[in-house]
């Protein structure tokens, strides 16, 4: 059965932190994996890692895919409160059908005080 | 561009009733997905729709069911509401044809089941 773990399930930071969120994944037919932000309730995507090794940046969130350990990392530098979300990795795999699913981490959920 | 809109926002059943959630694509938008998300769980897939037909469907019992209209709105049913049912219904639109960094979602359904 296709399983995706997050880790750390939450995670308390001060502003200023750097942080480190983890994402393992064991499917069948990869074909990509994701990040989202969910702060209330839609989640927003982030970014989406198709390649090994290759860093997607944004600003101050950075991730980056290993596929030879089946697993992804996100990275927050200097956070700030408004980074306090849920933050939900997915991989995209391909079904027997030969449509995409999505399979979400239970996320993790990041608090930053100031 | 209008959002991915659901409807009802919140919603509180009893066990055994029934209930019917709705999702407005975004325009253009042929494709709608179905999510459930709970503290324990996390965001679990329950079926896709494209072009009034299910493309994809996850592993949830045939009390969940949906379906799509010609203007691809889509309906998704529960039967006889159970405790375990509680959550959180996300719903998400994509045009079919583009991978699924292009989804979005809708701020979904909050049901609680007493």
């Known amino acids: 059965e296709d399983k995706v773990v997050q880790s750390p399930l939450s995670l308390v930071v001060h502003e200023g932190d750097t942080v480190t969120l983890n994402c393992s994944y064991e499917v069948t037919n990869f074909r990509s994996l994701l990040w989202y932000k969910q702060e209330k309730k839609a989640p927003t995507f982030l970014f989406m890692l198709?390649?090994?090794?290759i860093e997607k940046k944004s600003g101050r969130l950075s991730s980056i895919l290993d596929k030879k350990e089946l697993s992804s990392i996100l990275n927050i530098t200097a956070t700030q409160t408004g980074d306090s979300a849920i933050y939900l990795c997915a991989v995209e795999a391909l079904t027997q059908g030969g449509s995409e699913k999505l399979v979400f981490g239970k996320g993790t959920k990041l608090t930053v005080n100031p | 561009k209008a959002g991915v809109t659901q409807t009802p926002r919140y919603l509180i059943k009893t066990r055994g009733q029934q209930v019917t959630l709705s999702c407005s694509p975004i325009s253009g938008h042929r494709s709608v997905s179905w999510y459930q998300q709970t503290p324990g769980q996390g965001l679990q897939f329950l079926f896709e729709y494209f072009s009034e037909t299910q493309r994809n469907k996850g592993n949830f019992p045939g009390r969940f069911s949906g379906r799509q209209f010609s203007n691809s709105r889509s309906e998704m049913n529960v039967s006889t509401l159970e405790l375990g049912d509680s959550a959180l219904y996300l719903c998400?639109?994509?045009?079919?044809?583009?991978?699924?960094?292009?989804?979005?979602f809708g701020p979904g359904t909050r049901l609680l089941v007493l």
């Open positions: 198709t390649s090994s090794g």
């Open positions: 998400a639109s994509s045009s079919g044809f583009t991978g699924v960094e292009t989804q979005y």
